[in-house]
């Protein structure tokens, strides 16, 4: 599939920024993407915390103008998913990508491939996914047009995905762990004098019960022991995420959570090799942070292809 000087892999804010500044730099460049461009961002309903946009702006169409100014400014996107990096020999390129639609050449590499769903791992969870575990509302809230649903989780995400999920269901119940929301100040007040939220604290799911669909969550209060259970049509995990970094082997070094660790330019330990976004170790996952490390990461890229790094 011929050679880039920079292959970026995951197209979410992280690397279509990195495209965008890549590409203005008049370098060659092919951004790998498994799934639709856009990432997690694309498939958030409302982005409120973006600068720029002082009304909010939907996830998706954020997302569309990061992919078609990084297009327009020549960036080819690749649909295929990366199975793992080789170094090669002395050579033109200076690494081989190995994706589900072949090999490509890239004389320098731009990880950004984000993080996925962490599953709450009880029964029930993976065979009723998709007939009622969902881990995105954005995709499926349309299902639970007035019925009950439920949130795990009492971070960022979850508090938003729960707010949103109030304009479709008839009731939102976010089941959390504790007895005080992870999630920013703002999000909790906005959940707070939401009358459709309903909060179950310091309690976890145990199972996910029902005929054929979701119908009901077993649940255990941590605090006492009880053990009961929540009527619901529908469960929304959003309990964290785990960063995608299982085709890059042993090559880069993780963090204790396995996330890539870099150092303020990008820079991994291996030459030509660099991070940017949700995937790389750090305090603050957000789209403007993705954004940020995206650009570093091309000027990066460029600075090192033209030995000024
Ligand atoms: P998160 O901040 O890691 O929160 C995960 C939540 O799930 C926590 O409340 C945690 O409980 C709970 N949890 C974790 N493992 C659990 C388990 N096994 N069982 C039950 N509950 C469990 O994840 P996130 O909310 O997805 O956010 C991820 C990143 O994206 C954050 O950096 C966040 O700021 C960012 N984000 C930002 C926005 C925004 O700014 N609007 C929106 C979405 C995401 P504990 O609190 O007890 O640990």
Same mark, same amino acid.
């Given at each position: 599939m011929g050679t880039y000087d920079v292959v970026i892999m995951g197209a979410g804010p992280a690397g279509l920024t990195a495209g965008i500044y890549a590409s203005r730099a008049r370098l060659s460049v092919a951004i790998i993407e498994r799934m639709a461009p856009g990432g997690q961002a694309a498939t958030t309903i409302r982005i409120d915390n973006y600068p720029g946009f002082p009304d909010g702006i939907e996830g998706p169409e954020l997302m569309a103008r990061m992919e078609q100014q990084a297009r327009k400014f020549g960036a080819e996107m690749i649909p295929a998913e990366v199975q793992s990096i080789g170094q090669a020999a !002395? /050579? !033109? !390129?200076?690494f081989t990508v190995s994706t589900t639609g072949g090999e490509i050449g890239a004389r320098a590499i731009i990880v950004a491939t984000g993080t996925r769903e962490k599953p709450l /791992?009880?029964?029930?969870e993976q065979e009723f996914r998709g007939r009622g575990v969902s881990y995105c509302a954005t995709c499926d809230g349309a299902f639970f047009r007035d019925k009950k649903v439920a949130v795990i989780g009492g971070g960022d995400s979850a508090v938003t995905e729960a707010i949103f999920l109030t304009r479709l269901a008839s009731s939102v119940t976010v089941i959390h762990r504790r007895d005080a929301l992870r999630a920013n100040k703002y999000l909790q007040e906005k959940a707070m004098a939401n009358p459709k939220l309903r909060f179950l604290w310091d309690t976890v799911v145990t199972s996910i019960d029902g005929a054929g669909q979701v119908e009901r969550l077993g649940v255990r209060n941590v605090k006492t022991g009880e053990a009961s259970s929540v009527e619901a049509d529908g469960v929304f995990v959003y309990i964290g995420f785990l960063p995608n970094t299982a085709f890059l082997g042993g090559l880069v070094n993780l963090d204790a959570a396995g996330y890539v660790v870099a150092d303020d330019m990008m820079r991994t330990p291996v030459e030509g090799i660099f991070v940017a976004g949700d995937v790389r170790s750090k305090q603050l996952r957000q789209v403007a942070t993705a954004v940020g490390d995206g650009a570093v990461a091309a000027v990066s890229v460029e600075r090192y292809l033209t030995g000024t790094l």
């Open positions: !002395a /050579g !033109a !390129a200076r /791992g009880v029964p029930g």
